[in-house]
């Protein structure tokens, strides 16, 4: 088994948005070197060709308006390119992702979680693709003016009832077919089933569900039905291993979910047995989660590689997972 060569793809963090939250606490923060789940030097370390840094705008609790909070959060994002422009630089087309990998730099790919920032404008839309981002997710956990989540925090909260009735709005789907048109990825995690069979019907372009597991291993509905997951590969798409510990195992009441990579391996298995090999990526919604007790950071990618190869999966299989699948449709859409 090589590790040494391993490239890592990983298409979801919320390190951005924790960067922020410590800066107006007024504590020292940085990307490069932190206590966070991500930093570069344990990116470098570990063998990462590409990130991707979520600007995420929890819209409720936001002291600006979401399109501030948005643009405050690109600063960061801005302010930490520029200082550490000697390891890391952005993709806006696929051919930097190369670009940087010859420099020895690791790759940076900008995102948004929570596509109400825009306030259904198209035209905010247009701007965060000029801001350089890549890749959105249309809802988080409220309803806004593209759709609804499956889990909605304005509700009675209920991780195991999907919405199956309320998708994309007509504004939505105007959405989806922009990004389309920009080269922006469509991200269906924490969008509805309706949603996401919205989505489907609409998008010309291959999606994905960036950080999401298997509905059937965990009955989380912020996983994906075996049916989605067929749908997302037959359309060339790609899902995110996601390492939060609700999303991977339900617990019995009271009872603490520590997080295992052994329920990691259990849902990679599902996915590739259902959708192949093909569909599954890395997204493991680091920072934006409690701690994984097995796979606590950045630094920990290795551990999972080890455990998928010992259960099975062949040195191909993995360099697939572990990046050949997510950069095939950034070739594809950048």
Not at 81 to 97: G, R
Not at 267 to 287: C, K, P, Q
Not at 299 to 320: I, N, P, Y
């Amino acid at each position: 088994m090589q590790t040494g060569n391993v490239r890592i793809a990983d298409m979801h963090c919320d390190t951005i948005s924790e960067i922020l939250k410590h800066k107006r606490l007024g504590e020292d923060c940085s990307l490069r070197s932190n206590s966070l789940h991500v930093d570069l030097e344990r990116m470098q370390a570990g063998g990462y060709l590409i990130q991707n840094f979520a600007l995420f705008v929890q819209t409720r609790k936001c002291e600006m308006t979401p399109w501030e909070e948005v643009c405050a959060l690109y600063e960061v994002y801005k302010q930490e390119l520029l200082v550490n422009e000697d390891i890391l630089a952005p993709v806006l087309v696929y051919e930097d992702i190369e670009r940087n990998q010859r420099e020895g730099k690791l790759s940076a790919l900008l995102t948004v979680e929570e596509g109400a920032v825009c306030g259904g404008e198209t035209e905010k839309l247009h701007k965060l693709y000029d801001m350089g981002v890549r890749m959105m997710t249309l809802t988080w956990n409220f309803e806004n003016e593209l759709g609804w989540p499956n889990i909605n925090l304005e509700g009675k909260v209920d991780l195991y009832r999907p919405d199956s009735t309320h998708g994309l709005t007509s504004k939505g789907k105007e959405f989806v077919e922009v990004m389309n048109e920009l080269g922006m990825i469509v991200d269906v995690s924490h969008m509805s089933d309706a949603g996401f069979y919205d989505v489907l019907e609409c998008s010309k372009k291959p999606f994905v569900a960036s950080h999401s597991n298997a509905r059937t291993i965990c009955g989380c509905v912020r996983n994906l039905t075996d049916d989605m997951i067929r749908r997302l590969a037959e359309q060339g798409g790609c899902m995110g291993l996601n390492f939060c510990a609700d999303f991977l195992e339900q617990m019995p009441a009271g009872v603490k979910n520590p997080g295992t990579i052994a329920a990691v391996v259990r849902h990679a298995r599902h996915i590739v047995n259902v959708g192949g090999v093909e569909v599954l990526g890395l997204g493991s919604d680091f920072d934006g989660i409690d701690t994984h007790e097995e796979l606590p950071g950045a630094q920990s990618m290795v551990l999972l590689w080890e455990a998928l190869h010992k259960s099975g999966f062949t040195q191909r299989e993995l360099e697939k997972i572990f990046a050949g699948n997510v950069l095939r449709v950034y070739r594809e859409i950048l």
